[in-house]
Nanobody, 124 residues
Framework: EVQLVESGGGLVQAGGSLRLSCAAS????????IGWFRQGPGKEREGVSS????????YYADSVKGRFTISSDNAKNTVYLQMNSLKPEDTAVYYC?????????????????WGQGTQVTVSS
């Protein structure tokens, strides 16, 4: 059974940091792209970042560039999202997902597997 499990969410003050993890099981996503998406209260889900497991190339939304860093640990089948300088507007449920399209992107329709999400709350 394919599973993606997010962890690392929580409550943090503005300016703080969190590291989210996305652990995959049931498949080896060597030729996949892994993306992070988020959905804030009353907002539509948006793509945040993505990494290609094939060549390590990355994508970041403008809203998080310079603050978030995505990385991959191949041995652990895990992708991380390091989030620094967090802002209240980063408050959302964060989801990781796996896409069979190997290049980094945030086209939701091309993502085949999704995790259940982890809550990130940034207080002002």
């Amino acid at each position: 059974e394919v599973q993606l499990v997010e962890s690392g969410g929580g409550l943090v003050q503005a300016g703080g940091s969190l590291r989210l993890s996305c652990a995959a099981s049931g498949f080896t996503f060597d030729d996949y792209a892994i993306g992070w998406f988020r959905q804030g209260p009353g907002k539509e889900r948006e793509g945040v970042s993505s990494i290609s497991r094939r060549d390590g190339s990355t994508y970041y939304a403008d809203s998080v560039k310079g603050r978030f860093t995505i990385s991959s640990d191949n041995a652990k089948n895990t992708v991380y999202l390091q989030m620094n300088s967090l802002k209240p507007e980063d408050t959302a449920v964060y989801y990781c997902a796996a896409s069979g399209s190997w290049y980094p992107h945030v086209k939701e329709l091309e993502y085949d597997y999704w995790g259940q999400g982890t809550q990130v709350t940034v207080s002002s």
